[in-house]
């Protein structure tokens, strides 16, 4: 079974930068690709950052140019550098694995930007 943790997140002044890490743990034989989604209060989930198992990436438009994800494939974890932040970063934000036949989400870590 596939486990994921997420450290990172915490408090940050607007303009401040934050990185992300998530490590999965279990039985990965092959994945799709590792993504970041967060979530803010009355807000739908929405895609952060995703790099598939090619290395191809994905971000969402509100995160362009300040956000860049990565992986490390010998540690199985993925990274997501956060700078430039601004209050409307703040959310809970959680790691997803895709994997053959399933998909994996981590509990979730709280980012607060404060203005």
């Known amino acids: 079974q596939v486990q994921l943790v997420e450290s990172g997140g915490g408090l940050v002044q607007a303009g401040g930068s934050l990185r992300l890490s998530c490590v999965a743990s279990?039985?990965?034989?092959?994945?799709?690709?590792m993504g970041w989604f967060r979530q803010a209060p009355g807000k739908q989930r929405e895609l952060v950052a995703y790099?598939?198992?090619?290395?191809?990436?994905n971000y969402g438009d509100s995160v362009k140019g300040r956000f860049t994800i990565s992986r490390d494939n010998a540690k199985n974890t993925a990274y997501l550098q956060m700078n430039s932040l601004k209050p409307e970063d703040t959310a809970v934000y959680y790691c997803?694995?895709?994997?053959?036949?399933?998909?994996?989400w981590g509990q979730g870590i709280q980012v607060t930007v404060s203005s």
């Open positions: 997803k694995i895709v994997l053959a036949t399933d998909y994996v």
């Open positions: 279990g039985s990965i034989f092959r994945f799709n690709g």
């Open positions: 790099i598939m198992s090619s290395g191809t990436t």
